[in-house]
């Protein structure tokens, strides 16, 4: 047992825990998992995650060499450790342990509840326990959330953990049932509403693509869309009555911090009375709500749009045998709306999607706008392609600030007309070491979000044969996302089929 604890001392000092420590008090994994955490600190991104799991691992078999035996806390910060070496069954166990050991804190238990849920959401772990344990642990947790109703201090924890087991169920390509429990958290938690309308208006979205079930699909975003609209239209109210009040306090005390517009003189919270600083704070409170509710309303946009025929754009320029819809019309098609300067993680599946199914009538055309000002990192123009592929995806260095049109003295602005002239050319470039094989085409800049109530890019439109709009769908589609690929390319398949 010495030599254990001489290795387990050795190990959690590479972890960061001080020598000072006792021998006896070495093998704690809630106190080495406390130093872990501040160990990997200092990392970031893919050095981060190798050395978070090399130090979990040299844990992990320092504590086995020791013979003990996790209890209580210990077992949550076991699984904790077996998380982070990529563990994930050993780590789901664990968590389960915890929660069925009413001998834990209900907060620890909760916890660990919560952490479980969120490992089915893990690729590796969904692969390796399959969809029939899958939906035993959902129906597990689901019972723990039951039992947490009412409880105002587990509300919190519980909105946490229906959030997760939302997504659990989109992902196994349930989206009624993640609707209707991302619904039942907005009745219960209104100020979740910030974090659920994008994944409701999303699911709605995602939830159909058939004629038939864009009429279901319609009735529920309808209902769904008015609950958030008046949820957040309250709460609009209620911040600009709190900030309305704070004003005119302050415009009866120090009028002097506000200009004639009624806005404070002072643009920084620093040094400002605290009458202005409640001004400050509530004012950026309303801003935001009616950011929300601005954000909620474009979402309504979207729904009106399925199964109509897809508005024409104002093309910019083509880089391809395709202009406008009517072109391809006829063929199932892919409007791949892109950007530039995100990564490019659509482009991969895009091309083994037109390698299977081209053939058969399938088409891609690549949609993009000028920004009419060129960014330092927005175009691949690097003549070293040597390590193109890699993962699937394609990484370059930027150089076009470095050509790009000089800034007129005389104006706070860039030359528009010479900056898009500029775009239009790094483009060709763009499109080349991308090894784009469909055409693309460059839009008025403000047509998508006027004409396709685009959100954000990336973005993509599936037109069926008689260019009406059939799917919205709303972020990247990468390799690794196996699952959501699926579903993608079985929609295709469907709409390819139809007659």
């Not at 209890?71 to 076991?78: E, M, P, S, T």
């Not at 175009?379 to 370059?396: E, N, P």
């Not at 008025?444 to 006027?450: M, T």
């Not at 009406?468 to 589609?477: D, I, P």
């Amino acid at each position: 047992m010495r030599s254990s604890l001489i290795v387990a001392l050795t190990i959690l000092c590479l972890l960061g825990i001080p020598t000072l420590v006792q021998a006896e008090e070495v093998q704690k994994p809630t106190k080495a998992f406390s130093a872990f955490r501040k160990a990997i600190r200092k990392f970031r991104g893919a050095e981060k995650e190798a050395e978070s799991k090399r130090l979990a691992d040299e844990f992990l078999a320092a504590w086995k060499a020791s013979g003990k035996k996790a209890v209580g806390n210990q077992r949550y910060a076991l699984a904790q450790f077996q998380q982070a070496a990529g563990d994930y069954e050993s780590a789901a166990s664990g968590f389960r342990q915890v929660q069925a050991n009413e001998e834990v804190k209900e907060k620890t238990r909760d916890y660990a509840a919560s952490a479980e849920a969120q490992l089915l959401l893990f690729p590796e772990l969904r692969t390796a326990i399959g969809a029939e344990r899958i939906g035993k642990a959902v129906e597990r947790l689901t019972g723990w959330t039951k039992g947490m109703a009412g409880n105002p201090a587990r509300a919190k924890a519980r909105t946490t953990i229906n959030s997760v087991l939302a997504r659990v169920h989109a992902m196994g390509g349930d989206a009624a049932a993640a609707h209707d429990l991302r619904m039942e958290i907005l009745k219960e938690d209104p100020k979740a509403l910030s974090t659920l309308a994008r994944p409701i208006a999303q699911g709605l979205l995602g939830s159909a693509h058939t004629m038939e079930g864009y009429k279901t699909m319609s009735a529920k975003a309808g209902a769904a869309m008015k609950i958030m609209c008046d949820m957040q239209a309250a709460a609009v109210a209620t911040a600009k009555t709190k900030h309305d009040k704070s004003l005119a306090k302050l415009r009866s005390t120090d009028p002097a911090a506000l200009d004639a517009d009624g806005n404070l003189k002072k643009t920084s919270s620093r040094g400002m009375s605290k009458g202005e600083k409640a001004v400050y704070t509530d004012r950026r409170s309303l801003t935001t709500a009616e950011a929300l509710l601005e954000k909620i309303e474009g979402y309504k946009k979207l729904f009106p749009l399925l199964g109509q025929a897809a508005p024409e754009w104002t093309l910019e320029k083509a880089y391809g045998d395709v202009s406008k819809i009517a072109d391809v019309k006829g063929k199932v098609v892919i409007l791949d709306f892109f950007a530039t300067w995100p990564d490019h993680l659509n482009f991969p599946v895009l091309r083994d999607l037109m390698k299977d199914f081209g053939a058969k009538g399938l088409a891609v055309v690549g949609v993009t706008a000028t920004a009419s000002v060129v960014y330092e990192s927005r175009y691949d123009l690097d003549a070293d392609h040597a390590s193109k592929h890699t993962g699937g995806r394609l990484f370059y260095a930027a150089r076009l600030a470095t050509d790009a049109a000089p800034a007129n003295p005389d104006q706070s602005i860039f030359d528009e007309a010479a900056y898009k002239t500029r775009e239009m050319e790094a483009l060709e470039a763009f499109i080349k070491n991308h090894e784009l094989s469909w055409p693309v085409v460059q839009i008025a800049k403000d047509d998508a979000s006027a004409k396709y109530a685009l959100e954000g890019w990336p973005y993509m439109v599936v037109l069926d044969r008689q260019g009406r709009m059939r799917k919205l769908r709303a972020g990247s589609l990468s390799r690794d996302k196996t699952e959501s690929v699926a579903a993608f390319r079985k929609m295709i398949e469907e709409i390819l089929a139809e007659k």
